[in-house]
């Protein structure tokens, strides 16, 4: 394995020395699992070079915005199956969920400075980078965040891809080395680190105790008591690194084969449903990519000489597999790859000069339906299928692809500007959405707003050169009966 591909995922946070302290760190934000796990196989690498033991730290905080019922009971899923993973591991696996806003001042210091090497988890989105590097400043010992993002590292390219045929080419000419660098599966395996006493931490849990196995096997009343927004309920999808495999293994026998072809189809559900779990990372792409090519009975060796960019045909894989990668990998790192180059991915400023332009041109245009961002939670548009589609976002938690590419080109042309629209769309996806809050987010957001796309004709009232798109051609292109029967009529919630 190349160390120089693998030293591509460190990023040394705040230039500091490893400290004379008692133990090795891991803070764990974002890849929330125990497998797969880059940022976890470096500290256990840690552990093991200086012979001290491991603490695995998973926090969750309580006062950043859109934080709800839904969001920590996911969450909470995710810890019970790290608890339960880590049982008999030589670490202590301290979870830490925060009772009231700013509850943790002073915790992460506090643990830090026992630390002689902090590793968390590289996240290039939302307030985790802001966040880390706050830590980084007030830590005396060195900080590191390990990039398990992607199949490609964040720092492969300083390149900013602003189409997905650009960046599939450079993935192309350049992935097949970065396939090699892969996570262990069992990030502890063949680390040998002394095992911890949890009385090494024994004061800090005092003052900020645990969340216990109990509360984690039923965390309903816990999850009632915290100041969060107790009016997005908990969904059906049920959170965590044993949900996430078997929802993985649900897609590798029964979508993949129909995903080339049926993808689209809403009722077809024969699409992946990952992508809440790869959010909070309770599984990893690494572990997807590895699963799939075993199915696949594929070799690095199959690749196509050719670069092309196109989307067919260079993996030699299944039309299912190769369709499936271009969703997981191209579009996915697409969406990273901007994020953690550019600060205002999440700004309206970010679209292209084109799109800016033409939906200027447009911003007096007379528009026949205006609605405000609480009609439009509400569920309470003309339009049947957008309705519907809203009400699956805030009764389950998601929408299916094609018809949240709808739903925000109708938001787009039912408001007053194209700025506001923006501003609706990520207050909803965020807000109710499990996989909000994500570089594929403001990427989705922001597609149907332009980026990423290129200018459409004919020009349109409203849109301009902007892609249309209109729910009567959805209703007549797919089946939607069975859709419409389930989400166009009740309440809103469950
Ligand atoms: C308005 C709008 C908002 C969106 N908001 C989000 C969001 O908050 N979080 C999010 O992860 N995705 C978002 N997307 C992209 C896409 O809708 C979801 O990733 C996809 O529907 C997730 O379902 P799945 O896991 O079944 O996907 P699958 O079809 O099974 O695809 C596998 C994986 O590929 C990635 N992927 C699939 N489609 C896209 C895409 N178009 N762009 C980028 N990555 C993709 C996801 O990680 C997904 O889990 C948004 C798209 C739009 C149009």
Redesign the pocket.
Known sequence: MSADLWNLRINDINGAEVADGKYVLYWMIANRRTEYNFAMQRAAWWAEKLGQPLVIFEALRVGYEWASDRLHTFVLQGMRDNQQALKDAPVIYYPYVEPKPNAARGLMEALGGDASVVVTDEFPCFFLPRMVNAVGKKLKCKLEAIDSNGLLPLRATEKEFTRAFSFRRFLQKELLPHLEVTPNANPLAKKSFPAADRKLIAEIEQKWPAIDEKTLADPANFIASLPIDHDVPPVDTEGGAKAAGKQLRW?LKN?LSR?ADE?NDVESEC?????PY??FGHISVHEVFHELIQQEKWEPSQVSKKVTGSRDGWWNMSPGAEA?ID??LT??E??YNMSHLRDDYDQYSSLPDWAQKTLEEHKDDPREFVYSMEQFEKAQTHDDLWNASQRQLVRDG????YL??L??KKILHWTNTPQYAAKI?IHL??KY?L????P??Y???F??LGRYDRAWGPEREIFGKIRYMTSDSALRKLNLKGYLREYAGGKLFK
């Open positions: 897609f979508g995903y993808r699409v992946s449903q990952l992508s790869l959010h499936f969703e997981i579009w996915r697409l969406g998601r929408i299916h692809n949240r590419m739903w925000g769309m996806n965020n959405a996989d909000g809050r994500n594929n987010s990427s989705g957001i597609w149907v």
